[in-house]
């Protein structure tokens, strides 16, 4: 592996090593010849899905999506295995990218970013690390995804237990051995979902701790052949062109038809194809199901009724059945076997919504109706979403301004990407973007061409300093709330508006009007040189250092 450079001054750094971040890499250092350091805390590349390696860590995008559409040879001559792509494969694929981009030889691994302050008077980021070293770079890129900031919640005597405990985002690379253990899980979201039929299948006993019963649909997956993949490889330019400008990132049908314009019949018909065929893309095709409740109950009240069919203890299926909000309010879900692994003798749900976790004790857990001996907890408990990875880093932009304090009412970014106060700072996937609503590869595209863009074009005009109006951040920080509070998705506590985290202001920071519009305005703001940004000059800013030296 080539050396690192051992400069402490760059044209940019770049914090984080997942699709954003690589990416991003790549462009400013192969596409524009920039100086780039880029910090990962991880011990490789991947973000996501190098942290996240725990049984049964699986895409729920189609896998001839979740990869990156801007190299045309790499899109050939990746062959993925299956419909959905395994975490293992991806981490595979991540790597490849690195390796066949030579993009090692700019990352800095192991290497958490604990500050980053902006130097006025030299208009210049300083960068500071958890290990102590400093480096200054002109920009700085943060790619450090929505769902990166870990939360595993203090319940009482929670290091008191005597087995052993894993978080499923921080699952060890080696695996664990769950063969004849007595294990228990806390958490039905994703992870939980994804990881309770794996873990069933390995442990003496699984016992699922769950609060919130969540709506999730079938996988399907299954291994395809080469023959599929390569039919997809001769169509790929029209199927990237079409999911760019779709609302969701991939090449689905989608209409203005609404769900209720079908009669009963129909609807039924329709459900139960999408439900053989799997996956999300028949919910996709009608947006009224995130909109309108009438529509939103008619999908929502389908899949409990196949909740129902799944599970054969009728007492078990009424503790599954979603019923405090609508489908998709919460992240929806897709899963392989999930509600029928509650019909193995040995797995157990427990009901902790009414009978709370207590106490966490040497033995195991304790609820407010029992106790459970365990050997193993395993916490799928989510993260400290899109606001909670900005604020592990102390980021002080002009006059000392805190990011943290500045977004202590909720997240204010322009275009979701740059903050005003936070002079030559972007933020990949950012909170105002599509980020989570989206195909997660093609937006991270989309931010890196944008992004780098914005940097050539400052380049060729000599100029330094590029900074998001406040008023500008204002309009279109409204303009993302008042999109979100016609959605379903302000009537549910999840993690999208922040209900997981305590204190946390309730406030869903993504762009819901579709990453077609959202690519449309980001292209229209740079067509009109950057509306709603100060793009400031040398002269000035070389003015304003001999001011400052002066003052000094
Ligand atoms: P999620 O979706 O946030 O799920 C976390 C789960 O953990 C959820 O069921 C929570 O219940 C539960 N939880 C969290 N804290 C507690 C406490 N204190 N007690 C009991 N249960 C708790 O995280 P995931 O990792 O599964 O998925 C995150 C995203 O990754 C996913 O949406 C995809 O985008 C990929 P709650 O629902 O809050 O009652």
């Given amino acids: 592996m080539a050396a690192i450079a051992k400069s402490t001054e760059f044209d940019a750094v770049v914090i984080g090593a997942g699709f954003t971040g690589l990416y991003m890499l790549r462009r400013l250092r192969d596409v524009l010849g920039l100086s780039v350091r880029l910090y990962e805390a991880g011990g490789g590349v991947g973000g996501t899905w190098y942290w996240n390696p725990y049984p049964g860590a699986r895409c729920d995008t189609d896998s001839y999506m979740y990869n990156y559409s801007f190299d045309k040879d790499l899109l050939q001559e990746w062959q993925w295995s299956g419909r959905y792509p395994e975490q293992p494969e991806i981490l595979r694929y991540l790597n490849h990218v690195a390796d066949r981009f030579d993009l090692r030889r700019n990352i800095q691994f192991d290497t958490r970013v604990a500050a980053a302050r902006f130097l006025e008077g030299k208009s210049r980021w300083e960068i500071e690390t958890e290990r102590g070293e400093k480096v200054v770079a002109q920009f700085l890129i943060t790619a450090i995804g929505a769902l990166s900031a870990g939360q595993v919640p203090a319940i009482k005597g929670r290091d008191s237990f005597a087995g052993e405990s894993y978080y499923t985002n921080a699952w060890p690379h080696g695996g664990v051995d769950l063969v004849g253990k007595r294990v228990g899980v806390i958490g039905t979201g994703s992870s939980g979902v994804q990881s309770i039929p794996v873990m069933a299948a390995q442990a003496r006993h699984l016992y699922v701790f769950q609060r919130t019963p969540n709506f999730s649909i079938p996988a399907r997956h299954q291994v395809m052949d080469r023959e599929f993949f390569q039919d997809i490889k001769t169509r790929y330019d029209a199927i990237w062109e079409k999911s760019r400008w779709s609302p969701s990132g991939y090449p689905f049908e989608s209409s203005d038809r609404s769900l209720l314009e079908l009669s009963a019949e129909e609807r039924r018909e329709y459900l139960e194809r999408g439900w053989a065929r799997g996956g999300f893309e028949f919910v996709y095709a009608f947006q009224d199901i995130f909109l309108d409740r009438r529509a939103n109950d008619i999908v929502s009240e389908f899949i409990r009724s196949k909740i129902r069919e799944a599970v054969k203890d009728p007492e078990t299926a009424e503790k599954l059945v979603p019923t405090d909000h609508p489908f998709a309010s919460k992240r929806p879900l897709i899963d392989t076997n999930y509600f029928e692994t509650y019909n193995r003798d040995n797995v157990t749900l427990v009901d902790i919504r009414h009978f709370p976790i207590q ?75 599509p980020s989570v609503l989206h195909s997660y590869p093609l937006c991270s595209e989309q931010h890196a061409e944008w992004i780098s863009a914005v940097i050539e074009h400052m380049r060729e005009r000599g100029v330094s300093v590029i900074e998001a109006e406040a008023a500008a951040e204002a309009e279109w920080v409204t303009h993302v709330n008042e999109l979100a509070e016609q959605t379903l998705f302000m009537l549910a506590d999840s993690w999208y508006v922040g209900a997981n985290i305590p204190g946390k202001p309730r406030v869903f920071p993504v762009y819901v009007g579709g990453g077609g519009a959202y690519r449309a305005k980001c292209d229209e703001v740079a067509a009109m040189g950057y509306i709603g940004f100060t793009i400031g000059d040398r002269a000035a800013d070389l003015q304003k250092l001999k001011h400052d030296h002066q003052m000094a």
């Fill in 359 to 433: 106490e966490i004790t040497p033995k195991g857990i304790r609820t407010a109706d029992s106790e459970y001996e365990l050997d193993i907890i395993v916490f799928a408990t989510g993260f400290d979403a899109i606001t909670g990875p900005f604020n592990r880093i102390d980021i002080r932009g002009r006059g000392g301004l805190s990011l943290k304090e500045k977004w202590a009412e909720g997240p204010k970014a322009y275009l979701g990407l740059a903050s005003a106060g936070f002079p030559n700072l972007f933020m990949m996937t950012g909170p105002g973007s």
